[in-house]
C-alpha cells in the first residue's frame, strides 16, 4: 500500500471527541452598589494568574431526503470547512485587535470568539492561552474606568440606556439577559468578563483559578445567575459539595425564568454523592421538578413554529428529565419510573440531534483499518519517547479510575480530558503526509518534530495546573516522568499514536459490555458526535465498530496494545495496580493504593465516583433494567461477551475472581 496516499485518504476524516459541559450556580449576597475593590489588588490578581497562567450551533433535523442523499456519499469535510471558516473569522478579529488594541469591544469580540472555538473544537486547547489573555486585557481595560466613575462619583452598575434599565428589572435585576455589551454598566461587564474567564479556565482543568475568576465576577454582581452557576459546577469537579450545593440552591431559587436548566441536573450529582449537603434533601429538587415539568412541557408543546424555542425547551426537558432518573434510581429505587424518565429525557435529546448518518461511522472504520495495514508503519521511524502513556476504549469503561490510579504516583501525571496528541493530530497528519514523500529520513524528522510538540504541549499542561492548584507553593512541585494522555475515542488513532510514538505505552481499559452500554446510555454527554448514544440503533452500532478497530489493532499490531480489565481492578486492586505502574517501567509507589483520598480536580462524567474508594455497585448494574435493555441487547448481538484478559506482563488473576 501507498503510504503517501493512504495517508492523506485519512487525513480528512473528522475524531470522535467528547466536551465537558458547564453548569452554574448562585449566592445570597446583598447587593452592593459600590462594590469596595482596590485596583491595585485586582491588576496583582490578572498578573498572578498569568504568570500561573452552547452547546454546539443548534442544528435543525434534516429531512428524510437529505438523510438519503448523505447515505449516498462517503463522509463530508463539513465540520474541517467550518472549523477553517471560523478559524478565519478569528483571524480577522485578531488583525481589528491588534489595530485598535485599547477597544473594549474589539477584545471582547476577539475572546468570545476564540472562547467559543474552544468549546467547539477540542483540539487539545489550541487557543485556550490566548482567550485567557485577551479577556484579561478586557479586564485591564474595564478596571481603570471603573475607578474613573468612583472618583467622579459616579455609579459603576447602573444603566444608561432605559430600555436596557426596564429589561433588567423585569428579569431580577440580572443582566445576564443584556446580551449587547454595549448596553452593559460598567459592573456588568467586569462580572461577565471574569465569568468568560472562569469557564476557559475551567476547560482549561485550573478549576482553583476558576473559582478565583468567578468570585471576581460575584464581587460586581453578587447575585449573577451565570457566574454562580458556573461556580457550582467547578466546586462539584473539587469535592466541594457543601458550597456547590449552596449555589444552585440559590440558583433554582432566583432563576424564575428557569433558563440555567443545568442547575438541575447539577444538584442532582450533590444529591448523589452527599444528600445530606442539601437542606431539605432530594425533596428540594424534585418539587421544583414536579411543578416545572408540566409547564415546560406545554412551553414545548406550543413550540412547533419556533424552532430554537423548540430546541431550548427540549434541552430544559432533557435536564431535568435525567434529574428525576437520578432520584428514581439512586433514591426511591423505583427502576420502572426512573426508565419512564430516562427515556424521556433521551427522546428530548434526540429531537434536537441530526438523524444518525450510520454510512459515514461505517466509512470511517472501514477506512481506518483499509490504511493501517502491516507495512504502513516504516520500521524504526518515531519518537524514543516513553513519557506519553495513552488510555483508550469506550467510553464509561472505567477510564477515570485508571487514570486516576496512574496520577496518584508521584512521577505520574494527568493532563485532563482533552488530549493533547488528539488535538494536534491534524498538524500531525499534514506533516507526515508531506515528508513521506522525502523518504524516511525527512518522515522520521518530521515524526520526532511533532512527537516534541505533543510532549512540550503535555508538560506545559501540566506545569499550569499544577501551578494553579498548589497557589504558588512550588516546593511541592515534582516533575514527571510520564503523563497520561486519555481520550478514549483514540482507540480510532492506534495507528498514528503507534506511528508518532512507537514505544509509548497504550493502556485499552475494558469492561463489561453491557455495563459499558448502559451506562453509555444513561449519561448526558457534551453535545457532539456521542449524542448518538442516546439512541439504542446508533449506539450498537458505535460500540460494535469500537469492537472492530480493536480487533483490527490486535491484528496488525499485535501486543502493541496492553489491555485492562475494569473488573480485574475492582476485584484485585493491589495486584493490578503494581503491574500497572511496573509496565509503565517506573519503581511501585505504595500510595497509589491510595488515590481516592488525594485531592485531585477531575472533571469528568465520574467526577463523584472517583473520589470513592474501588467499588463494585457497578458490576452488573445494567441487570436491574435488563427488561427494558432487550431489544438493545438483541442489536448488540455476539457483541454482549468480550472474553478479553488484562495483558499487563506478568499479572496473574487471584483464584475465583
Not at 472562569?198 to 447575585?223: R, T
Request: net charge neutral.
Amino acid at each position: 500500500m501507498n503510504f503517501t496516499s493512504s495517508a492523506t485518504a485519512l487525513f480528512g476524516l473528522s475524531n470522535i471527541t467528547s466536551t465537558s459541559s458547564s453548569s452554574t450556580a448562585i449566592i445570597s449576597s446583598p447587593d452592593q452598589r459600590r462594590p469596595n475593590v482596590n485596583i491595585d489588588r485586582e491588576l496583582q490578581y490578572l498578573q498572578n494568574m498569568k504568570e500561573n497562567t452552547r452547546r454546539r450551533n443548534e442544528q435543525q433535523q434534516q429531512t428524510r431526503e437529505a438523510e438519503a442523499k448523505r447515505n449516498a456519499q462517503p463522509p463530508s469535510m463539513g465540520r474541517n470547512s467550518q472549523k477553517q471558516k471560523m478559524d478565519d473569522t478569528i483571524a480577522a478579529a485578531r488583525k481589528v485587535f491588534k489595530n485598535n488594541p485599547t477597544d473594549l469591544f474589539h477584545t471582547l469580540h476577539l475572546a468570545d470568539l476564540l472562547r467559543n472555538r474552544d468549546l467547539t473544537y477540542h483540539d487539545g486547547g489550541s487557543v485556550r492561552e490566548e482567550a485567557v489573555e485577551t479577556y484579561q486585557h478586557a479586564i485591564e481595560i474595564l478596571l481603570p474606568r471603573r475607578e474613573i466613575l468612583l472618583n467622579q462619583g459616579l455609579s459603576t452598575n447602573e444603566l444608561s440606556d432605559p430600555e436596557a434599565a426596564q429589561w433588567v428589572t423585569e428579569h431580577g435585576g440580572d443582566e445576564f439577559y443584556i446580551f449587547d455589551y454595549r448596553r452593559k454598566s460598567v459592573d456588568g461587564l467586569l462580572c461577565v468578563v471574569y465569568t468568560s474567564l472562569g469557564k476557559v479556565l475551567y476547560m482549561a482543568s485550573m478549576f482553583e483559578d476558576a473559582v478565583g475568576a468567578m468570585n471576581q465576577a460575584l464581587i460586581y454582581k453578587p447575585n449573577d445567575l451565570d457566574a454562580l452557576n458556573q461556580r457550582a459546577s467547578t466546586y462539584i469537579i473539587l469535592g466541594k459539595y457543601k458550597e456547590a450545593a449552596e449555589d444552585y440552591v440559590s440558583t433554582l431559587a432566583l432563576d424564575k425564568s428557569r433558563i440555567f436548566a443545568d442547575a438541575f441536573t447539577g444538584l442532582a450529582k450533590v444529591l448523589t454523592a452527599k444528600e445530606e449537603v442539601v437542606p431539605g434533601g432530594w425533596n428540594t429538587l424534585v418539587s421544583i421538578l414536579n411543578e416545572h415539568i408540566p409547564n415546560v412541557l406545554l412551553k414545548w408543546q406550543q413550540s412547533s413554529n419556533t424552532p430554537e424555542l423548540r430546541s431550548r425547551t427540549a434541552d430544559h426537558l432533557k435536564r431535568m428529565h435525567l434529574a428525576m432518573f437520578q432520584y428514581y434510581d439512586v433514591k426511591v429505587n423505583d427502576t420502572d419510573l426512573a426508565w419512564m424518565h430516562l427515556e424521556k429525557a433521551q427522546q428530548f435529546k434526540m429531537s434536537t440531534v441530526d438523524p444518525f448518518n450510520s454510512n459515514t461511522e461505517n466509512y470511517r472504520i472501514k477506512t481506518i483499518i483499509d490504511i493501517f495495514q502491516p507495512g504502513i508503519w516504516t520500521p524504526g521511524v518515531g519518537s524514543d519517547s516513553i513519557a506519553p502513556i495513552f488510555v483508550i476504549g469506550f467510553v464509561r469503561s472505567g477510564s477515570t479510575l485508571l487514570e486516576r490510579i496512574l496520577d496518584s504516583h508521584h512521577l505520574i501525571a494527568g493532563t485532563g480530558e482533552d488530549s493533547i496528541f488528539n488535538g494536534q493530530l491534524e498538524q500531525i497528519r499534514g506533516a507526515i503526509v508531506e515528508a513521506s514523500t522525502r523518504g524516511p529520513m525527512e518522515l522520521q524528522r518530521a515524526i520526532v518534530e511533532q512527537a516534541d510538540h505533543v510532549l512540550s504541549g503535555m508538560k506545559e499542561r501540566w506545569a499550569k495546573t499544577t501551578a494553579a492548584s498548589l497557589n504558588g507553593n512550588k516546593g511541592e512541585l515534582i516533575t514527571p516522568q510520564r503523563f497520561v494522555d486519555k481520550m478514549l475515542t483514540n482507540y480510532l488513532n492506534v495507528g498514528f499514536i503507534h506511528m508518532v510514538f512507537p514505544k509509548a505505552l497504550i493502556l485499552h481499559v475494558a469492561r463489561n459490555p453491557m455495563d459499558t452500554i448502559f451506562s453509555s446510555y444513561k449519561h448526558d454527554f457534551a453535545p457532539g458526535h456521542l449524542d448518538y448514544l442516546s439512541e439504542f440503533e446508533s449506539l450498537a452500532l458505535t460500540y460494535g465498530n469500537y469492537r472492530k478497530i480493536m480487533t483490527h489493532w490486535d491484528k496488525v499490531l499485535p501486543g502493541r496494545v496492553t489491555h485492562v480489565r475494569y473488573e480485574d481492578i475492582v476485584n484485585d486492586l493491589p495486584g493490578m495496580a503494581k503491574s500497572i505502574v511496573a509496565a509503565t517501567g517506573l519503581p511501585w509507589d505504595p500510595e497509589v493504593l491510595n488515590f481516592h483520598m488525594k485531592k485531585h480536580a477531575v472533571n469528568t462524567l465520574s467526577t463523584t465516583q472517583v473520589r470513592k474508594a474501588v467499588y463494585k455497585d457497578g458490576m452488573n448494574s445494567w441487570l436491574r433494567y435488563e427488561k427494558y435493555l432487550e431489544p438493545l441487547v438483541k442489536l448488540v448481538g455476539e457483541n454482549v461477551k468480550y472474553p478479553l484478559k488484562t495483558s499487563l506482563p506478568g499479572y496473574q488473576p487471584p483464584p475465583n475472581k
